[in-house]
């Protein structure tokens, strides 16, 4: 059944599904590109081009959201491959430049989970922060990151045990 | 998940850095963008294909103007007919052109003496 504010080329996306996970999903773009709600915004008008356009087809095997997730994953991928290759390139024909790029900070002794977090693997982190922020299964997690169900697991345990000592550490390093 | 999950997801979304959700562009100011965006781009794609045709048809239209015309020339037959000649490659052993070798013929003497039976 279409609904009544289907999208043209993409008739199985309602507007008001869309706006309903507006909100989860711009959270979701702004991890992927540091927390900078430029890029952020930026990235989500893409997401839509694409949905708009058809060129991102959703035909319902999976929930909306994972889908528009999975969107915003993958075009966050690709200007991340983008932009890499353009610092490449700078780096290569600029020999007298710094390095431009910044390293991520290594996280601080302060106790919080957030170091902690954002010290984690990048796939472990996506994994963490769909399931445990974005309200996903671990399956849906999967889906939207691009991996098998069992490496997504994988992540997921990995990112857990990790957290778990890591924190302990901070904990008894505070004792 | 476990009790233990649920502590660290409760941890983790408090400390999540964007739990601020004042600062989530609305919907529709970023849908809006967003078919803008895809209408200007839809008019790129168009100016690119007009102009892409325009090229093409120009390009056509030039070889069609530069191509040699291949002129008919018929042949006329009274023309054919009167530049061209032929004579036997043998007449200019003749003393004449057109002579005829046997205008006049020799004379055979008509043997009528016999040797053995036969005519000589």
């Known amino acids: 059944m279409r609904d009544s504010d289907a999208l043209d080329n993409n008739p199985h996306v309602s507007l008001s599904a869309l706006e309903a996970i507006h909100g989860q999903v711009y959270g979701w773009a702004l991890s992927r590109c540091d927390f900078d709600h430029a890029v952020a915004e930026d990235l989500m008008q893409q997401a839509y081009v694409e949905v708009l356009s058809g060129s991102a087809r959703f035909d319902n095997?999976?929930?909306?959201?994972?889908?528009?997730?999975?969107?915003?994953?993958?075009?966050?991928?690709?200007?991340?491959?983008?932009?890499?290759?353009?610092?490449?390139?700078?780096?290569?024909?600029?020999?007298?430049?710094?390095?431009?790029?910044?390293?991520?900070?290594?996280?601080?002794?302060?106790?919080?989970?957030?170091?902690?977090?954002?010290?984690?693997?990048?796939?472990?982190?996506?994994?963490?922060?769909?399931?445990?922020?974005?309200?996903?299964?671990?399956?849906?997690?999967s889906r939207v990151m691009g991996v098998s169900v069992g490496t997504g697991r994988v992540h997921y345990d990995r990112a857990k045990k990790t957290l778990r000592s890591r924190l302990l550490n901070t904990l008894s390093d505070d004792k | 998940m476990n009790e233990q999950d649920d502590n660290f997801n409760t941890e983790i979304r408090r400390a999540w850095p964007e739990n601020d959700n004042s600062r989530v562009p609305s919907f529709a100011v970023t849908w809006r963008a967003a078919e803008e965006r895809y209408a200007r781009s839809r008019r790129r794609y168009g100016m690119l294909a007009g102009a892409a045709a325009v090229v093409a048809i120009a390009i056509v239209g030039l070889q069609l103007q530069t191509s040699p015309t291949a002129d008919v020339n018929y042949i006329e037959v009274d023309e054919l007919m009167g530049s061209t000649s032929w004579t036997a490659p043998s007449d200019v052993l003749l003393p004449r052109h057109e002579f005829d070798i046997y205008q006049e013929l020799p004379s055979v003497i008509e043997s009528t003496e016999t040797a053995g039976g036969s005519l000589l």
């Open chain 1, 61 to 141: 095997k999976s929930s909306l959201k994972t889908f528009v997730f999975a969107v915003v994953h993958n075009l966050a991928k690709s200007r991340f491959r983008r932009i890499a290759s353009r610092l490449r390139l700078l780096r290569e024909h600029a020999t007298g430049l710094e390095e431009p790029i910044a390293l991520p900070a290594e996280p601080d002794d302060s106790g919080d989970i957030w170091p902690a977090v954002k010290a984690l693997p990048a796939r472990q982190r996506d994994i963490i922060e769909l399931v445990f922020c974005r309200d996903l299964t671990i399956e849906e997690a």
